[in-house]
């Protein structure tokens, strides 16, 4: 069974900075991609960044240049690195693996 285990939410002031986490259990993790999604009040969930096996990593836009996305293959953990955070990063922040499974939700809010 696959299971996900994210940490590193939390309240921060716009320009901040977080780092989520996000451990995988079972052999799921080293050979395929894991991926960081969000989702806001009222609004679709969508793709933040994302990392394939191989290391090629894709980003949203929205967070091109602030956000870095990471794995460590040893520890089966995937990274995600937010600074200089900006209001609209408030979000419910969700850990994906192989494009199937889902980790629990950890809430990221950004307010002075």
């Known amino acids: 069974q696959v299971r996900l285990l994210v940490s590193g939410g939390g309240l921060v002031q716009p320009g901040g900075s977080l780092r989520l986490s996000c451990a995988a259990s079972?052999?799921?993790?080293?050979?395929?991609?894991m991926g960081w999604y969000r989702q806001a009040p009222g609004k679709q969930r969508e793709l933040v960044a994302s990392i394939t096996s191989g290391g090629l990593i894709t980003y949203a836009d929205s967070v091109k240049g602030r956000f870095t996305i990471s794995r460590d293959n040893a520890k089966n953990t995937v990274y995600l690195q937010m600074n200089s955070l900006k209001l609209e990063d408030t979000a419910v922040y969700y850990c994906r693996a192989a494009g199937v499974y889902w980790g629990q939700g950890t809430q990221v809010t950004v307010s002075s």
């Open positions: 079972g052999s799921i993790f080293s050979a395929n991609p």
